[in-house]
């Protein structure tokens, strides 16, 4: 993630504010245990506020974050918004952004995995997991797989999953990687990512520390047997919130645009047992996969 100039941060507020984007979200009172969902986040106490994922890279590789503090005439929660490249009037519609690398790339277009059963202390270090969490950390695997992006190159994405489904969903990523279905980011989500939401996140990701947006029960994620892919091109919806919150044009699910969970691919988790987001009721969580359901 390249610094972003204070000029250019300006601009980011100012885009983000004349797009009237919602950076301050009302308190939410419905309660779901659906709601799952990796993306901006909310100040609110009844909702986690550490419950987001963020695209932002890793601290060592970015400038430190930049606090824009907005407000609206219902409410007065606040969040904040990590430093990040604009993201032009096209991408927030059919949004095809490069990846940036965070490990090795593999040499060609070959598949290639690795598995690390449990993750080493210092894999689960870098992660949000502590002594509160729902799982042990032994109980957890690290995968590294190959996967398409977005720019048409091949790229080497890493997840933390629960032990006892870390064979069948490195076995998805070797599919849609044989698909070529592309993805933008894959990573461990970190404290720092946990901390500094962001209205565009787009981090595909399993395991993550957190409760549920809505409620107060732990998010599948924190057992490690929920994944989410694309968050931007598969958002949250509920009550018309939308989560990654420009994400909005991703709403309409009948766009035929790369990165949109498909039909192939739902089927590839019913074959593995696990439920679509996207089947919900009352909340619609396209990017989110779970061996529960929920
Ligand atoms: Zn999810």
Same mark, same amino acid.
């Given at each position: 993630m390249a610094w972003i100039p204070p000029t250019r941060l300006t601009? #980011? #507020? /100012?885009? &983000?504010? +004349? /797009? !009237?984007? !919602? &950076?301050?979200? +009302?308190?939410?009172g419905e309660t779901s245990i659906e709601a799952e969902v990796a993306g901006v986040v909310l100040a609110d106490p009844q909702v986690d506020a550490a419950s987001s994922q963020s695209t932002t890279a890793a601290p060592t590789t970015t400038a430190a974050p930049s606090t824009t503090t907005s407000t609206t005439t219902t409410t007065t929660t606040t969040t904040t918004l990590p430093v990040r490249p604009v993201l032009s009037s096209e991408d927030l519609i059919d949004r095809r952004v490069d990846t940036h690398d965070v490990h090795e790339p593999p040499v060609d277009a070959t598949f290639v995995s690795t598995i690390e059963s449990p993750a080493s202390a210092d894999i689960i270090a870098r992660s949000t997991w502590n002594e509160e969490c729902p799982v042990a950390a032994t109980d957890l695997a690290y995968a590294e797989v190959s996967f398409f992006g977005f720019d048409g190159e091949f790229h080497t994405g890493e997840l933390l999953v629960h032990v006892d489904y870390v064979d069948p969903i490195v076995d998805i990523f070797g599919r849609l990687h044989e698909m070529r279905f592309p993805i933008e980011e894959m990573r461990i989500i970190s404290e720092y990512d946990l901390a500094n939401p962001s209205a565009d996140a787009n981090t595909t990701s399993i395991f993550t520390c957190r409760r549920s947006v809505s409620s107060s029960r732990w998010s599948r994620h924190a057992f490690g047997d929920a994944v989410d892919i694309n968050p931007f091109h598969n958002p949250y919806v509920s009550s018309g919130r939308v989560i990654p919150a420009l994400a909005t044009a991703y709403v309409d699910r009948e766009r035929n645009v790369p990165g949109v969970i498909t039909e192939e691919i739902t089927a590839m988790f019913d074959e593995i047992g696990w439920g679509w987001g996207g089947d919900w009721n009352r909340v619609k969580d396209w990017m989110h996969f779970s061996a529960t359901g929920g």
């Open positions: 601009r #980011t #507020t /100012l885009f &983000l504010s +004349a /797009l !009237g984007i !919602g &950076l301050v979200v +009302a308190a939410c």
